[in-house]
């Protein structure tokens, strides 16, 4: 049973909202850019406030979108365009046009029309900007003089060149206004429309369930990112044949790596997609004639089932990423604990809208349809969240300081329970003593009894220094190995000895902690030292610790601390 992800609900609309608009960015904004329609920007920005007004008559929050905005903003940076940073401004700055609109004059309709038509004209506002950033005064000066050579060859006089902008504004304005008024109404309808199957039920809550033997690296991170700006650029601009295999070498890579990505390439809906639009591509890109079969359409079409591959399985990777300790711990510390969270809730949803959207022909002309269907899909993935059962895990932790004995009381708590046939599962290390001097310590398998070397004083090529010890990388399997295996989900009682700086790094057990703290009720005892304690809890969000310290307790204390945890469990509806 999967643990609900600590999320406020805000944050998860935010993340739903955001992961449907950079959806429609990526589908509709390629296709835009790519055909050269005039005021692409323009039209993103309205559909992108259709999306934010329309999602906020089914949840009227404050902060609402500005969240979804930031959220798009930092999903667009992974967008195979050149330049990004623009893109990003001005997604969150539409966001932002619209809060301040709201909080303003309130949810209502004149202060939805406001907003909108603010939001919509943004883009042309940052145009100018960036016009007159880059070219400077002169360029105002060359429009100008351009305005009135034209003016006085067309009898147009009675205007004046900054006249022209601003109608040009209005108009953009009134727009804005209109998307508002129609929005309001699409959000409306998509509270009584049944929803459809895009994804199924477990998609959603499994948003942050990852491998628990998966380690995790900032610099892969930063490698994915790369590879699908790389990916996505290559297969647009260049020969299949040669950009393909190297597409292909990335994504065998993340089937290895990431071995949960493999569940996303077991559908057989996708694969029976991708070869419907193979063919359809083959018959009909370049024009059906009675030849009936075009190899550069067919081309095309293997270019986009590449491409749509490539972008599912890389943006599973990344929402693994984005939970590596490093991250969390970072924006822990500054209080945004929540923004990283809901961005991987995002990633993970990303994936089926694209789905969604790609099977939509003239998504414009039918976005009165598609729009409600998304937001209400939307809705669907949010209850679903809701409605995850929700009890704070039982975490009891056993603190102290190095030499105490923690682990010596670890194995007489081990004993009683032992003795009483409870189910008792997990790890602790004793010291290991050369020449009556410790020399590291080894690791054992409460179950099973096994044992193994898990640190010495003395390094080996595969052993992650921290402090005076060196941990062996067999000592690390095995310990992820135990409290990763199923058994763990029919304990009683889960022992982890002990949780500390290498696993604050994201290394040692943090991965299988991670999977513990989402996928066991059992009551657990971890082991932790008093000057990480603090980092620990804010790590794996551990609500309502109860904390012993060695120098004020015993084993029998905590062994009926426990059972009477156990026993409250027993009684929960």
Not at 271 to 282: D, E, K, P, T
Not at 455 to 470: E, I, K, L
């Amino acid at each position: 049973m999967l643990k609900k992800p600590d999320i406020p609900d805000i944050w998860l609309k935010a993340a739903l909202l955001g992961s449907l608009w950079a959806s429609i960015e990526i589908i509709l904004g390629s296709f835009l850019h790519n055909m050269r329609i005039p005021m692409t920007g323009t039209l993103l920005s309205a559909v992108g406030a259709s999306i934010l007004i329309g999602g906020h008559q089914l949840w009227p929050e404050k902060g609402l979108f500005w969240r979804a905005g930031l959220i798009c903003a930092v999903m667009k940076s992974i967008s195979p365009s050149a330049v990004i940073i623009g893109p990003m401004i001005g997604i969150f700055m539409e966001s932002v046009l619209l809060e301040l609109g709201i909080r303003v004059l309130g949810t209502n309709t004149l202060g939805y029309m406001v907003s909108g038509a603010l939001a919509v004209s943004w883009s042309m506002v940052q145009k100018i900007i960036n016009l007159l950033v880059a070219l400077g005064a002169d360029f105002v000066r060359l429009y100008e003089n351009l305005y009135h050579y034209a003016a006085r060859n067309l009898g147009l006089d009675t205007m004046g060149p900054f006249d022209l902008v601003l109608v040009f504004y209005l108009l953009q304005m009134f727009m804005g206004a209109i998307v508002a008024l129609f929005a309001i109404r699409v959000g409306k309808s998509a509270r009584h429309i049944t929803p459809q199957n895009i994804s199924r039920t477990a998609s959603a809550s499994q948003a942050l369930d990852v491998d628990p033997t998966q380690d995790f690296s900032l610099p892969l991170l930063g490698l994915h990112f790369l590879a699908v700006i790389s990916g996505l650029t290559l297969l647009s601009h260049f020969a299949l044949w040669w950009t393909g295999p190297l597409v292909g070498i990335y994504i065998a890579f993340l089937l290895s790596y990431y071995k949960r990505s493999l569940h996303r390439l077991r559908k057989a809906s996708l694969w029976i997609g991708l070869f419907v639009v193979i063919m359809l591509s083959a018959l009909f890109l370049n024009g059906f004639s009675a030849k009936t079969w075009n190899w550069n359409g067919l081309i095309a079409g293997l270019t986009m089932s590449v491409r749509a591959v490539l972008v599912i399985l890389a943006f599973t990777a990344i929402s693994i990423e984005l939970r590596n300790p490093k991250i969390l711990n970072w924006f822990m510390r500054k209080g945004l604990q929540n923004f990283p969270k809901s961005l991987a809730v995002a990633f993970e949803t990303l994936p089926y809208f694209i789905s969604f959207l790609s099977e939509q022909r003239h998504i414009l002309k039918r976005f009165k349809t598609v729009l409600p269907t998304l937001l209400k899909q939307a809705d669907v993935w949010l209850t679903e969240f809701q409605n995850m059962p929700v009890h704070p895990l039982p975490v009891v932790i056993l603190t102290g300081t190095s030499g105490q004995g923690k682990t010596t009381l670890v194995r007489e708590i081990i004993d009683i329970l032992n003795s009483k046939n409870y189910n008792i599962q997990g790890i602790y290390a004793p010291g290991y003593w050369k020449d009556n001097q410790r020399d590291g310590f080894d690791i054992v398998d409460i179950a099973s009894g096994e044992r193994t070397q898990l640190c010495r004083n003395q390094a080996t090529a595969d052993s992650v220094s921290v402090g005076p010890f060196s941990f062996r990388q067999s000592g690390i399997t095995f310990g992820r190995d135990v409290l990763s295996h199923t058994s763990l989900q029919t304990a009683d009682f889960i022992i982890v000895d002990e949780v500390g700086p290498l696993e604050l790094r994201g290394n040692g057990w943090a991965p299988a902690l991670d999977h513990l703290m989402e996928s066991v009720q059992s009551p657990m005892l971890w082991v932790v030292r008093t000057k990480v304690i603090r980092e620990v809890i804010i790590r794996w969000v551990i609500e309502d610790p109860i904390v012993k310290d060695i120098k004020d307790t015993h084993a029998q204390e905590i062994v009926d601390l426990m059972i009477d945890l156990k026993k409250q469990q027993t009684v929960q509806p």
